[in-house]
């Protein structure tokens, strides 16, 4: 993992007029280079000085760098070697405290709490804001600007997702909104705390996320985004007038900008930055630097035309995929050879979504599933179904 970061302050505060802005004033730098065995599921402080993570190489315990100096510093302690972990973290705008989610160790159904702990010199205990009860997940998170509340993404697994805030102080919990089954919903509290975006899937057989603004009291609710691409809301622009979206509208990934006023959509989507992949990113800074981590590897799912008695290639081979380069894998060909399957790395609950690509016209859809993990593929000569190598409560092969 590399984690880099996209300065386009000048794009964002304000543009005038942005495509220009973009071409001149976008730099992209790399911050950390040797990310080794951490997750992308941190955040960035508002300064940009410090990012938390969780380190793989160490259990699954919540972590915390300083980009200045290079230092990196464990912040909790599992019980016993990783059945508990930290999930996804977010700093407080004040950076001093971080909000994250805590995997506890059971017999039962998967439950992730609130927790909270305070940044400071000496070593604290992480205080639990809220537990939602036995098989019920905590997820994204984003703290309000004052710090006194955190809005986040909860699921029980069947009933679908809701959107609600947290207090810090006393852990009430409201609810903003239900939204049904989503593939993996993302939340953003807006600059000045008033509304919250999120992205959602349409359904099951429409996984392909749209962007959502509703008013944290309930007032009103818009829809920003909602079209047939792929559309994965990152965050505000430092001053509210912009929601920042990963999309691949054109075909490619890239990051866009939707202008708005008092909350609503006013003109068309603006690309500022073609040609990159920054899943959610890690958070916007106040000087409008956006920091997101790159997977990198080796490993690349390519494509070509084979002579079977020679072994020979007859074409170059070439990416099949050109988004999550390095995290795709299990290539399988349908029985009449017009498309094939793959497992595509993903954040959030769904380990890897499993993609049908035509190799006709190159449209992809992806196929809704619930299993925890996936490893691999096999596509019967019926062609009707995918068995899956996967993981739910069980090991096993599951047609999908």
Same mark, same amino acid.
């Given at each position: 993992?590399?984690?880099?970061?996209?300065?386009?302050?000048?794009?964002?505060?304000?543009? =005038?007029?942005?495509?220009?802005?973009?071409?001149?004033?976008?730099?992209?730098?790399?911050?950390?280079?040797?990310?080794?065995?951490?997750? /992308?599921?941190?955040?960035?402080? @508002?300064?940009?000085? &410090?990012?938390?993570?969780?380190?793989?190489?160490?259990?699954?315990?919540?972590?915390?760098?300083?980009?200045?100096?290079?230092?990196?510093?464990?912040?909790?302690?599992?019980?016993?070697?990783?059945?508990?972990? @930290?999930?996804?973290?977010?700093?407080?705008?004040?950076?001093?405290? *971080?909000?994250?989610?805590?995997?506890? %160790?059971?017999?039962? /159904?998967?439950?992730?709490?609130?927790?909270?702990?305070? +940044?400071? #010199?000496?070593?604290?205990?992480?205080?639990?804001?809220?537990?939602? #009860?036995?098989?019920?997940?905590?997820?994204?998170?984003?703290?309000?600007?004052?710090?006194?509340?955190?809005?986040?993404?909860?699921?029980?697994?069947?009933?679908?997702?809701?959107?609600?805030?947290?207090?810090?102080?006393?852990?009430?919990?409201?609810?903003?909104?239900?939204?049904?089954?989503?593939?993996?919903?993302?939340?953003?509290?807006?600059?000045?705390?008033?509304?919250?975006?999120?992205?959602?899937? @349409?359904?099951?057989?429409?996984?392909?996320?749209?962007? &959502?603004? *509703?008013?944290?009291?309930?007032?009103?609710?818009?829809?920003?985004?909602?079209?047939?691409?792929?559309?994965?809301?990152?965050?505000?622009?430092?001053?509210?007038?912009?929601?920042?979206?990963?999309? $691949?509208?054109?075909?490619?990934? #890239?990051? !866009?900008?939707?202008?708005?006023?008092?909350?609503?959509?006013?003109?068309?989507?603006?690309?500022?930055?073609?040609?990159?992949?920054?899943?959610?990113?890690?958070? *916007?800074?106040?000087?409008?630097?956006?920091?997101?981590?790159?997977?990198?590897?080796?490993?690349?799912?390519?494509?070509?035309?084979?002579?079977?008695?020679?072994?020979? &290639? +007859?074409?170059?081979?070439?990416?099949?995929?050109?988004?999550?380069?390095?995290?795709? =894998?299990?290539?399988?060909?349908?029985?009449?050879?017009?498309?094939?399957?793959?497992?595509?790395?993903?954040?959030?609950?769904? $380990?890897? @979504?499993?993609?049908?690509?035509?190799?006709?016209?190159?449209?992809?859809?992806?196929?809704?599933?619930?299993?925890?993990?996936? &490893?691999? +593929?096999? !596509?019967?000569? $019926?062609?009707?179904?995918? +068995?899956?190598?996967?993981?739910? $409560?069980?090991?096993?092969?599951? %047609?999908?």
């Amino acid at each position: 993992m590399v984690l880099l970061v996209i300065g386009f302050g000048p794009v964002l505060n304000p543009p =005038s007029p942005i495509a220009q802005a973009a071409q001149d004033g976008v730099r992209t730098e790399v911050v950390w280079q040797q990310a080794k065995a951490i997750s /992308p599921q941190g955040s960035v402080s @508002a300064d940009g000085k &410090f990012v938390t993570y969780v380190d793989w190489g160490d259990l699954g315990n919540l972590a915390i760098r300083n980009l200045e100096t290079g230092e990196n510093r464990r912040l909790t302690q599992t019980a016993d070697s990783g059945s508990v972990f @930290a999930m996804y973290s977010r700093i407080s705008p004040d950076g001093k405290q *971080v909000v994250y989610g805590w995997d506890l %160790p059971g017999p039962g /159904p998967e439950t992730i709490e609130l927790r909270l702990l305070r +940044l400071g #010199g000496a070593a604290e205990q992480p205080r639990t804001i809220w537990n939602p #009860g036995e098989g019920r997940k905590v997820l994204h998170l984003d703290w309000f600007p004052d710090g006194d509340r955190i809005a986040a993404v909860v699921t029980s697994g069947q009933s679908g997702y809701q959107i609600v805030t947290v207090s810090v102080r006393d852990g009430d919990v409201r609810q903003i909104r239900s939204i049904g089954w989503s593939d993996d919903p993302r939340v953003r509290v807006s600059p000045d705390g008033r509304h919250i975006a999120y992205s959602r899937s @349409a359904s099951r057989e429409q996984p392909a996320k749209d962007i &959502f603004v *509703v008013a944290v009291d309930g007032s009103s609710e818009s829809t920003v985004i909602e079209q047939a691409a792929n559309d994965e809301l990152v965050g505000w622009s430092p001053k509210g007038d912009y929601l920042i979206i990963n999309s $691949d509208r054109s075909g490619k990934p #890239g990051l !866009w900008v939707q202008p708005l006023e008092n909350a609503e959509p006013v003109g068309q989507l603006q690309l500022i930055v073609p040609n990159v992949d920054v899943g959610a990113g890690m958070g *916007v800074t106040t000087d409008g630097s956006l920091y997101y981590p790159v997977r990198v590897s080796a490993r690349r799912l390519k494509i070509a035309e084979i002579d079977m008695r020679t072994g020979k &290639f +007859l074409t170059k081979p070439k990416n099949a995929v050109e988004r999550f380069v390095g995290r795709n =894998s299990g290539g399988e060909f349908s029985p009449d050879g017009e498309e094939f399957a793959y497992l595509s790395g993903r954040e959030g609950w769904n $380990d890897r @979504a499993i993609v049908v690509r035509s190799l006709v016209t190159g449209e992809e859809r992806e196929v809704p599933h619930d299993l925890r993990y996936t &490893f691999s +593929l096999i !596509w019967p000569p $019926d062609g009707e179904s995918l +068995l899956v190598e996967g993981k739910d $409560d069980r090991w096993g092969l599951r %047609p999908v």
